[in-house]
């Protein structure tokens, strides 16, 4: 059907890439023994982390999935806009998605190289690396030391998508993945500190 189109996507972070993903290693059915003390597990990344046998850094496509729908909600279509009409049709096609830069997909190193956020300026920072940064608990409004691992500016992810023409025009959908690496981004930290925010370099029909 002409009207099913496929397109390669591809984006370059412009901030900080954090990578916690609740996964079932983040809370586990046993009660294991734990590291650090309350509110502060160095080992914490350990359990969020995604990457491969390699050491390889990915992200999921449902990551994508609802970076671009909620970039749909800042375009508008008549009186509403296009989030609803986005999440009916749109499909990321890539299992995983491999975190980038210009040398090819970034590794995590064994061990990896911990820094506390805003020590270090972006171009001195390693491409991989664990952020130690202070977050407010919002159930019981203290404070907590995340531990997760993080990726600088300049990564780079692409993927392909397909979805319907008919519910999404071709132009409204890049519209609508320029608007998210604007006000959305994509991985941890995006509402709270800005993180995951890009520049779409690439929207070609396949």
Not at 75 to 102: E, F, P, W
């Amino acid at each position: 059907m002409s009207h099913i189109l496929q397109a390669k996507v591809s984006i370059v972070g412009t901030r900080t890439l954090a990578i916690h993903h609740f996964g079932i290693d983040a809370l586990p059915l046993q009660a294991t023994e734990k590291d650090g003390v309350a509110g502060n597990s160095p080992n914490e990344w350990k359990k969020t982390v995604l990457m491969d046998e390699e050491r390889q850094l990915f992200l999921l496509p449902t990551y994508f999935f609802g970076c671009i729908k909620y970039g749909g909600k800042t375009v508008k279509r008549g009186k509403g806009n296009l989030l609803a009409d986005i999440a009916s049709t749109l499909q990321v096609m890539d299992d995983q998605i491999y975190i980038c830069n210009s040398d090819g997909a970034i590794q995590l190193p064994d061990p990896p190289q911990v820094i506390e956020a805003g020590t270090i300026k972006n171009e001195k920072l390693p491409d991989s690396y664990v952020e130690v940064i202070g977050v407010r608990n919002p159930s019981t409004k203290a404070r907590n030391i995340r531990y997760r691992v993080a990726v600088k500016p300049g990564w780079q992810c692409s993927f392909t998508i397909l979805w319907d023409s008919v519910v999404v025009d071709r132009k409204s959908l890049e519209t609508a993945i320029i608007n998210a690496g604007t006000l959305v981004g994509v991985g941890d930290g995006r509402q709270s500190i800005g993180y995951g925010r890009f520049e779409l370099k690439e929207f070609s029909i396949l």
